[in-house]
């Protein structure tokens, strides 16, 4: 495993080989194409190094195999649409090995965020909530969270601390 790749990238790896020996064509190909992807972000200097990018692959993967089973669907090709939703199963599986952080988690994260700047003495604003939950050591830096969210929460909390003012004409 390559130095600071997420843990279940190893497990992918396992399980191609596992997928190899049982002759199970259909994870085997549902590996190989995750594998695939990550080789191909490697090469483009991207990589996949957390598991919020691991998550985010096999969340597009997935759209992917749900979008191909849709047009297979409305092309009477029941056999190919079986075959997609199969891998869309496998894909959920892993899917479903993350731990996604809870509504409540998300709000006390920033609720902390939020404390962090008012005893720094500075206001605490969108933007700045956000590099302290997403920083490198931040609450977020490497969880599985929902960012719109997110995005709703910041927005409703920094409101209530610190409500709009009348807005000014700028000349």
Known sequence: MEKGAPPLLAQLR???KGALRAKDKTRLNVLRGILTETTSLEKESKGVKT???LFKLLLK???ASVNAANEFRNAGREDLTGNENEQIGILQEYLDSFHTTSA???VG???TAIQELEVQGVTPKRDRVRAILYRPGGVFEDKIVDD???A???NRLVHE???SKPSSTRA
């Open 161 to 163: 601390v610190a409500p």
């Open 104 to 106: 409540d988690e998300v």
């Open 14 to 16: 396992t399980d191609l």
């Open 51 to 53: 598991n919020r990018q």
């Open 109 to 111: 994260a920033i609720q």
């Open 148 to 150: 719109a969210l997110v």
């Open 61 to 63: 993967c997935k759209s």
């Open 152 to 154: 709703k929460t910041i």
